[in-house]
């Protein structure tokens, strides 16, 4: 699923579960591996913020 030698953390796994209900409810199968880059650089942007703004890491567990 992921790309190799990058490990899927939680939040990728959480943008994963809610493009898949999206694309249910809309009547439409989304396939997150297709969309796999786009979301790790939102993920990505996610976790700066995060750390801009409270200056604390994020544990890599919840995102890497």
Do not use: I
Not at 17 to 26: I, M, R, W
């Amino acid at each position: 699923m992921s790309a190799p030698g990058q490990k899927e953390d939680f939040l990728d796994k959480a943008v994963d579960a809610v493009e898949k209900k999206a694309g249910q409810a809309s009547g439409h199968n989304v396939d997150p591996a297709k969309y796999r880059e786009k979301n790790e650089k939102f993920t990505d942007k996610l976790r700066g913020l995060f750390e801009k703004k409270t200056g604390k890491k994020v544990p890599e567990k919840v995102s890497n």
